[in-house]
T-cell receptor, first 113, second 112 residues
Framework: DAGVIQSPRHEVTEMGQEVTLRCKPI?????LFWYRQTMMRGLELLIY????????DSGMPEDRFSAKMPNASFSTLKIQPSEPRDSAVYFC???????????FGDGTRLSIL | AQSVAQPEDQVNVAEGNPLTVKCTYS??????LFWYVQYPNRGLQFLLK??????LVKGSYGFEAEFNKSQTSFHLKKPSALVSDSALYFC??????????FGKGTRLHILP
């Protein structure tokens, strides 16, 4: 089991650029979650999917953020255009059924200059 | 609404002493409760969970947690702390809508 795989691990880009974060979930997991972690705001849930369908995107901060899950093996989180306040560590996590724990990737550390 | 509170931002414990990291929760219905640990530059790692059954739950790395329904608490404990236990600890509850709600985290420092 390779675990949840996120790429890239680090991203540094200038404001205004498009940023795409990628996540490969654990095979067989039905749920996929995107989180953002900052010192000021802690761990925030952005959006989650069940069986590739977005269920709750109420945590997505603005229309600049979008997430897709085209199939059970892949998800993306896109920011366009990026702003310095988007700088954070973004985590992808997946889980099976409701009483099962989430498995986290090691995150993407995003810095917007 | 479901919520989780970790009242301590930081806990300091001497190595070899018992440790407790506190968590209280508010849920409708039966709670699914979790503890996670985060080491620097890593994602959160699952430690243990309570779904139903015995109020004392044992997990990874010698940690355990006690579910107390009357006090709506789920404190994390370990009988003898190690320096390597120093990390950020999160309590979490899964709501009926499948989201997991995390506490703000407690930083545990084990002093040699």
């Amino acid at each position: 089991d390779a675990g949840v795989i996120q790429s890239p691990r680090h991203e540094v880009t200038e404001m205004g650029q498009e940023v795409t974060l990628r996540c490969k979930p654990i095979s067989g997991h039905d749920y996929l979650f995107w989180y953002r972690q900052t010192m000021m705001r802690g761990l925030e849930l952005l959006i989650y999917f069940n069986n590739n369908v977005p269920i709750d995107d109420s945590g997505m901060p603005e229309d600049r953020f979008s997430a897709k899950m085209p199939n059970a093996s892949f998800s993306t989180l896109k920011i366009q255009p990026s702003e310095p306040r988007d700088s954070a560590v973004y985590f992808c996590a997946t889980s099976g059924q409701k009483n099962q724990p989430q498995h986290f990737g090691d995150g993407t550390r995003l810095s917007i200059l | 609404a479901q919520s989780v509170a970790q009242p301590e931002d930081q806990v300091n414990v001497a190595e070899g002493n018992p440790l407790t990291v506190k968590c209280t929760y508010s849920v409708s219905g039966n709670p699914y409760l979790f503890w996670y640990v985060q080491y620097p530059n890593r994602g959160l790692q699952f430690l243990l969970k309570y779904i139903t059954g015995d109020n004392l739950v044992k997990g990874s790395y010698g940690f355990e947690a006690e579910f107390n329904k009357s006090q709506t608490s789920f404190h994390l404990k370990k009988p003898s702390a190690l320096v390597s236990d120093s990390a950020l600890y999160f309590c979490a509850v899964r709501d009926p809508g499948d989201k997991i709600i995390f506490g703000k985290g407690t930083r545990l420092h084990i002093l040699p």
